[in-house]
């Protein structure tokens, strides 16, 4: 109840506020519109305007500041041309015309002066009549004994006196201060989104790219260190136990003529040596998705992982949907590279591996009883996964403090 109310008085005193502010802005926007256009022939409506324009954005400046309670975000401030550093006076007086959002600030100078009036006029009309119908029975009787008093009631053929006015109106003023919160929450939100739309657009469609353009690279970075990873590892590991299993085949093809039962220790221990590449393969082959992801989905590939890591892992995974193969490799290739930290760097003793779905959002919990310390700076392990997941516009937050216990949680969109 508290927080209806707040919310009603918040939107109340943005509403009331703005129908002034609406006004002032619109007469000077239309003022200076008009004078910079007719006076444009003789170069005087270049400053005029450029002046009108500069109003409107600090107008639109308050206005973004007022919407942020009503409509409950946050919301960015579009990016304004600037003149170079050295320009002439003709070019900084000419720099407030360029662009579109300057034109934006002025034309909601325009549109929003109806739509304040009309929000301001609804709003009072709801508030007042409210209050005098709630209020009514206490000084009624004061309209009632007055003579040839014709009442609303009366008119409508209801009756006259004190009794049946304070009913009526008693009954409307309830009905309207029922009805008060969503009319004027209505009211507010049409004249922000208004607000939003022509105050904040371009900026919002801006940092979406920015967003995107921060995603895509940090996809491409983190695909080139997992490249460079494989490269290295294969060249440590496999390639160098391949050349030395041929060499070994190789003498054990000429052992194989004068000395069999050096031949055959020699193939033996070849075969030992392939054994060991094979699980050598294996082990790399975790950072490229296996078939039992794409055939069985995330519940399976995340009980391979668990079971193959060497810290007892509990695992909860309570969904058992299907997501675009984007979703389920980045959840299962986070989940790997976090296993692999805590299984080198940890010390844990037991680990625990949660997947849910709330709302549009896959949540994924690591957490393990290690001695602390990981974060996600560059260099670490663990920024290679906060760059995967900003590639699917996910988040990671790791809480680690020295001495324990990690907790490490994924937020992937996958709607």
């Known amino acids: 109840m508290r927080r209806l109310l707040s919310r009603l008085t918040g939107d109340t005193v943005y509403v009331l506020i703005g129908f002034p502010l609406a006004s002032i ?8 519109l008009s004078a910079g256009a007719g006076l444009l022939v003789v170069w005087l409506g270049v400053p005029i305007l450029a002046l009108t324009l500069l109003m409107a954005r600090g107008m639109g400046d308050v206005e973004r500041l007022r919407m942020r309670p009503v409509l409950g975000r946050e919301l960015p401030r579009p990016r304004y041309p600037r003149a170079p550093e050295g320009a002439g006076i003709l070019r900084r007086t000419v720099t407030p015309l360029a662009g579109g959002q300057p034109w934006l600030d002025a034309l909601h100078a325009l549109l929003a002066f109806p739509v304040a009036v009309a929000a301001f006029c609804v709003t009072v009309t709801w508030w007042a009549t409210t ?3 709630l209020t009514y029975p206490l000084y009624g009787w004061l309209f009632s004994n007055m003579p040839d008093n014709h009442s609303l009631p009366d008119l409508l053929g209801l009756g006259r006196g004190y009794v049946v006015d304070s009913v009526f109106y008693l009954g409307m ?11 004027v929450r209505s009211c507010a939100l049409i004249q922000a989104s208004l607000g939003r739309a022509l105050l904040t657009g371009i900026a919002e469609l801006q940092e979406r790219i920015d967003d995107l353009t921060e995603g895509r690279n940090a996809a491409a970075h983190a695909e080139a260190d997992a490249l460079r990873r494989l490269e290295r590892d294969i060249h440590d590991g496999p390639q160098q136990r391949l050349v030395h299993l041929a060499m070994e085949l190789s ?3 000429r052992e194989l003529k004068r000395d ?5 220790e020699t193939i033996g221990k070849a075969i030992g040596a392939t054994r060991e590449t094979l699980d050598e393969l294996r082990a790399l082959s975790r950072g490229i998705a296996p078939p039992i ?3 069985r989905g995330l519940a399976p590939a995340l009980a391979a992982l668990a079971g193959r890591c060497t810290v007892p892992v509990e695992l909860d995974v309570q969904t058992t949907e299907r997501f675009p193969a984007l979703i389920e490799n980045t959840v299962y290739f986070v989940t790997a590279e976090a296993l692999t930290n805590v299984a080198k760097h940890s010390r844990a003793t037991s680990c625990m591996v949660g ?9 994924l919990t690591i957490g393990d009883d290690g001695v602390g310390g990981a974060h996600v700076a560059k260099g670490h392990g663990l920024s290679g996964l906060a760059d995967r997941l900003r590639a699917v516009d996910g988040e990671l937050t790791v809480r680690s403090p020295a001495g324990g216990p990690t907790s490490i949680t994924a937020e992937v969109p996958c709607a």
Do not use: E, K, N, S
């Open 173 to 183: 003023g309830a009905l309207f201060a029922l009805t008060l919160y969503p009319v």
């Open 131 to 133: 209050v005098f119908g």
């Open 355 to 363: 997947l849910t779905r709330i709302g549009d959002v896959l949540l």
């Open 293 to 295: 992801l794409a055939d």
């Open 251 to 253: 003498r054990a093809q």
């Open 260 to 264: 069999a039962t050096a031949a055959h």
């Open 25 to 32: 802005t619109f007469v000077l926007t239309v003022g200076g």
